[in-house]
């Protein structure tokens, strides 16, 4: 039998939310071993001043194997 886990994180990049996605399950694979997926839960944007992004931020869950 597998039991699964899921935790919540944040992340964020200048880029894009791919990259956001990206650097945040990097992270997550630093201390946590047999992750399985991630899912977006919300997606958020930084602007200017004048409306141009500057900060693209994520809050994902991801799902990993325990035992």
Do not use: Y
Request: net charge positive.
């Amino acid at each position: 039998m597998s039991v699964a886990k899921i935790i919540e994180i944040n992340a964020s990049s200048k880029t894009s939310v791919e990259d956001a996605v990206r650097s945040g399950l990097k992270k997550v694979a630093e201390t946590v071993k047999g992750i399985q997926g991630a899912w977006i839960n919300e997606t958020k944007v930084v602007t200017d001043g004048e409306g141009n992004i500057t900060e693209w931020r994520v809050n994902l869950r991801v799902t990993f194997l325990v035992g």
